[in-house]
């Protein structure tokens, strides 16, 4: 029988290879539709796109792709965790009860994912690719570039392969009628033209947070609000500025969406902040318009994070 099953996993192996070529066809056949062209450019990359059953034993060495099996109801029977905690990540622990930790993400766990027989591996080609000829030695690799396309678009790939198309849908819709919810309750506080900014305070600096991923697009595409002075100017693509305290004034925000890092030290430094002069001036904080964000949530660019995100900021506007 073991021999077998180690036939039929270089088997599929083989098949993934054949069926690389068509593999941008068939997430397009399925509706993995992108916007601005970037999830085409996806699909066209993959080399391993395939029909996956969802009740397969998967192991996922991607935390977005976790997240992302997990918007669509399947619980990875193994996945990555994350470095800094050393585990799965607090906003879907209580998610990934029964689930094997393989490894931190770009470190896998071989012996834990070979212990785990998967019938398929999920891997994010950014990550996990330096593992792929190991991991395909175990069971076929399902790999996704998630650097491309937008959260939906990956939402929608990792539905075409699991067959969850209908699931990914409604996950969206119900996400879009959150937004509105929430934009209502913001507009109410804030007014329509506010200006608004999000900083991450850590142990050592200040990070002031684009418009780009993974906060920028929740807040500036989705919510509608308005980027504060120079916020626009942060390098296309770059996720965050750090900037010294001194220059926060010159931003004239009207609303502070904070992050502040779950330590210590950073919590110390936040502290510290708020006795400051210079922070106690600012518009947003005299107005009490500072609103602390979960962290784990807003900076997780994943369906299951925005949602979780929404939710966070739904929460924090009805109060």
Known sequence: MKMRKIGWVWAMVLLIGVLSACGA???????AAPSSGAASQQAASDESVQHVDPNAKIASMSIHMTNNLLALGIKPAGSAIGGGVGDFLPHVK???????????????????????????????EQFGGQDRAKLEKIAPVVSMDLDQGTWRDQLKQVASVVGKDQEAD????????????????????????????????????IRVMSTSRP???IMFQDLQ?????????????KPYEVISKEVLPDFDADAIFLIVNDDGNAKKAYSELEKNPLWKGLKAVKNNHVYILDGQKWLDYSSLGQSMAMDDAEQLFSK
């Open 25 to 31: 066809k068939t997430s397009e056949e399925k509706g």
């Open 94 to 124: 209580d998610m990934l009860q029964g689930t094997v930790k393989l490894g931190v993400v770009g470190e896998s766990d071989m012996e834990a994912v070979l212990a785990l027989e998967p019938d398929y591996i999920f891997i994010e």
């Open 170 to 205: 409604k996950f969206i819709q119900e996400y879009d009628e959150k937004t509105q919810r929430v934009r209502k309750l913001i507009s109410d506080e804030l007014g329509e033209k506010a200006k608004a900014m999000a900083i991450r305070v850590s142990a050592k600096e």
């Open 215 to 217: 906060v920028g697009p």
């Open 225 to 237: 609000l308005t980027p504060a002075n120079g916020v626009e100017k942060i390098a296309d693509g």
